[in-house]
């Protein structure tokens, strides 16, 4: 690729790399730094992150820990049983716990799972996982066991895959002559607009806009024929694409991809832009939590997600301003957040009457956590959050 960069968001940790305190010194960092592939306008890391240190057998993310994602899930197997030919053959890329698949039945869907816990988890449910990275090697062996499929979905997984071409190429090899490839990731349009930088961290080398998926799918043999903008994780695109025999995109596509054009995800000034908004959230972010500590109040963050793993490393934000993180995954809970050591703790008996504040780590989920935490918000308890600037909600 043929790189330009344009962010550099410091040295960064694995952004699920909770850790105990045994485990501080020997932690892993890296430089975090983007950049725009001069070609295909794809945004990239300049250097990518080995995918073995992110995804392994501790991975702690469990995509079923939000009734929103859930839900999302749910209405969406709905509607692709609706479009797909009965009896479909399914394949996940990236399976996590199964949020997705559960909606499936057993026999006809296989997964593929390089975090081997998860892949464990979802083999005992009984449905079929792979475990290992999806590459052409493991795409050859499932086609040779299981043959062609008619879905290829994956879920917050393509955007992982440092090489795209292989990637893509690869299910290009195993969807049937009509089959869908279905893929959502957060999008780079509503990444831009809504200045949500966090969206970039190790296991997110790429932010996709459609004019960059255009380029890589189609050398790829696959062709855009649906784009669905959504609102999941801050807004995303779902992306539906076809062989080119079968192909016969709709109007959304091009509707996407002059909407990018305007917005000018194809110039390098919109990127140079966009960093000094970043730069100007983490002077404000930084100033306003540090006032709440000065006037006594007591911080917390709501949510150890990957997106605060980059907000609190480039910002400099660690415990002397905020004390404790609350998260519902018990695979994070009294551990440390990567690089500014916070610790985190289970909600209950924790957010409680003494939390004046708290950070929205969880910012895409706003509306779920506001409805849940009434009682903090009645009682006068402010979030805060930095999307789209810097402040109370
Ligand atoms: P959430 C992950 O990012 C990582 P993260 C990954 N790379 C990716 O692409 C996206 O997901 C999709 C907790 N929570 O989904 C649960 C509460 O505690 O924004 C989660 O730990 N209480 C695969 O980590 C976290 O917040 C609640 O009420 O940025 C949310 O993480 C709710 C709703 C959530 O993803």
Not at 102 to 131: H, M, Q, R
Not at 235 to 254: L, M, Y
Not at 357 to 372: D, R, S, T
Request: glycine share 6%; with cysteine.
């Amino acid at each position: 690729m043929n790189k330009r960069e344009f962010l550099d968001l410091g040295k960064q940790p694995i952004a699920n790399g909770f850790l105990y305190e045994n485990e501080f010194d020997k932690e892993f960092f890296y430089d975090l730094k983007v950049a725009i592939d001069r070609d295909t306008h794809l945004i990239t890391h300049v250097d990518y992150v080995k995918p073995e240190l992110m995804f392994n057998d501790t991975y702690a993310y469990r995509g079923s820990m939000s009734l929103t994602m859930r839900k999302h899930f749910a209405e969406l197997s709905e509607s692709l049983k609706k479009t797909l030919p009965s009896k479909p053959k399914i394949l996940e890329i990236g399976s996590n716990d199964g949020v997705f698949i559960k909606n499936w039945d057993k026999e006809t869907t296989i997964a593929v799972e390089p975090c081997s816990n998860f892949a464990k988890e979802t083999n005992d449910l009984g449905y079929k996982t792979y475990d290992g990275f999806w590459t052409t090697e493991l795409a050859e062996t499932i086609l040779e066991e299981n043959g062609k499929v008619d879905l290829v979905f994956a879920a917050n997984c393509m955007c992982h895959i440092p090489d795209l071409d292989q990637t893509f190429s690869a299910v290009e090899s195993i969807l049937t002559d009509d089959g869908f490839f279905v893929f959502e990731d957060p999008s780079l349009s509503k990444m831009i607009n809504e200045n949500s930088f966090d969206q970039i961290y190790d296991e997110h080398p790429h932010i996709f806009s459609v004019i960059a998926l255009k380029s890589f799918l189609e050398r790829n043999g696959l062709v855009i024929v649906r784009v669905d903008n959504i609102s999941v994780h801050g807004g995303s695109n779902r992306i539906w694409a076809q062989k080119e025999k079968a192909a016969k995109p709709d109007s959304s596509v091009e509707q996407n991809i002059t909407h990018e054009n305007i917005i000018g995800l194809n110039t390098f000034c919109t990127f140079d832009r966009f960093a000094e908004n970043v730069e100007d959230c983490k002077t404000d972010l930084h100033r306003l939590l540090t006032r709440c500590v000065d006037q006594g109040k007591k911080v917390v963050s709501y949510g150890a997600t990957s997106k605060s793993t980059t907000v609190f490393n480039y910002c400099g934000i660690g415990p002397d301003l905020i004390q404790y993180i609350t998260d519902t995954t018990p695979e994070k809970q009294n551990k440390f957040s990567p690089g500014v050591h916070i610790p985190i703790v289970s909600p209950e008996g924790n957010f409680d009457d003494s939390v004046d504040i708290a950070f929205l780590g969880a910012w895409n989920f706003a509306k779920e956590i506001k409805k849940k935490e009434e009682v903090f918000i009645n009682r006068g308890g402010k979030f805060i959050t930095h999307v789209p600037v810097v402040r109370f909600v």
